[in-house]
């Protein structure tokens, strides 16, 4: 089933398989938390089904291949863990699935999920394949930007982007999936994503962000007490907990510099001004900068003291 924000999208896909003009390797952009994998397999149902051309009638021997999860014409590549690039061995494969005849004597669809994971050689090796595509067989890729993945990849695909709701959507969707007030904040921390934000409420997260955030501000208080308290809150909800702290001072940032529009925290907007009158301008930037490239640190490196460079980074506010 898919989401009411995915539903433009999906019309103009429909018109084109309808017309017999999909394009051989289909690019989907879509953010984290937006049901991305949900669009695309309905797609590679449609593509499959032996009955519909414009979406999966559900009954066929097809489709209840593909909704037991053992379609022995679709295959997936992804990378082994979140992260990590998709090695050059799994594109090879994927270019022999994509000579092989359909044991099903239909199409073949091969899914290629965090396309932007694609490293250097694994994208060359995947060029050729998609310049020349096989008879019958269908590339559905799946990233979360541009940023990342390599232009040969890029210029050889339809590119499609799914946008997220406008951020009042998305809260009342969540809302009335769960069935509760939801704050503008927890959506603001989730870029507008639905599922992202219904599963940071259903994961307590929202409560968490709000317990860092109080320790946060409490230590940014002279005389700045309270770093290891800080410093475990955040190694015991992961790197995230860096995003969130950088989105919170560049808040501080924003009313520093008369902008109080368009807050992340607009729930929180006390917690951001005690600290904004508190902090030296050039010591927040710094201190953001310093958040991102730990972050980016900590999701490249495993394996790294986590807390200790947290603790490093917050001494940062103290030593500035």
């Not at 414009?54 to 999860?69: D, I, M, N, R, Y």
């Not at 096989?134 to 890729?141: A, D, E, N, V, Y």
């Not at 009342?172 to 992202?196: F, H, I």
């Not at 946060?216 to 770093?227: E, I, K, S």
Request: aromatic share 6%; hydrophobic share 40%; net charge negative.
């Amino acid at each position: 089933m898919l989401y009411p924000w995915q539903q433009t999208l999906w019309q103009n896909w429909q018109q084109l398989l309808g017309q017999g003009r999909l394009h051989h390797a289909i690019l989907l952009l879509a953010s984290t938390g937006s049901g991305r994998e949900v669009l695309a397999q309905q797609l590679a149902q449609t593509v499959l089904c032996q009955n519909c051309d414009t979406e999966p009638c559900g009954v066929c021997h097809s489709c209840q291949l593909f909704a037991a999860k053992t379609h022995p014409d679709f295959h997936v590549v992804a990378p082994l863990q979140e992260g990590k690039q998709i090695g050059v061995d799994a594109v090879r494969q994927c270019n022999r699935w994509a000579v092989e005849t359909s044991q099903l004597a239909g199409q073949r669809v091969i899914m290629i999920d965090h396309a932007d994971a694609l490293g250097e050689a694994a994208a060359n090796a995947l060029l050729k394949t998609l310049e020349e595509p096989p008879s019958g067989c269908q590339f559905i890729l799946t990233a979360q930007s541009l940023d990342s993945l390599l232009p040969t990849i890029n210029s050889r695909c339809n590119k499609w982007r799914l946008a997220v709701p406008d951020e009042q959507e998305t809260r009342r969707w969540v809302e009335r999936q769960m069935m509760q007030t939801v704050k503008l904040e927890s959506v603001r921390l989730n870029s507008g994503a639905p599922l992202a934000t219904q599963q940071f409420i259903e994961q307590d997260q929202d409560i968490r962000h709000g317990n860092l955030l109080d320790a946060f501000c409490d230590f940014l208080q002279p005389p700045f007490t309270g770093v290891y308290e800080v410093a475990a809150l955040c190694t015991s909800e992961g790197i995230v907990s860096l995003k969130w702290l950088s989105y919170f001072l560049v808040d501080c940032i924003k009313l520093q510099q008369g902008v109080s529009s368009h807050l992340v925290h607009s729930e929180s907007v006390d917690k951001v001004q005690a600290v904004a009158v508190k902090i030296n301008p050039a010591v927040l930037l710094s201190q953001v900068r310093k958040a991102n490239e730990l972050h980016r640190k900590l999701e490249k490196h495993t394996g790294l003291n986590e807390e200790l460079l947290v603790v490093e980074w917050l001494t940062g506010f103290i030593a500035d």
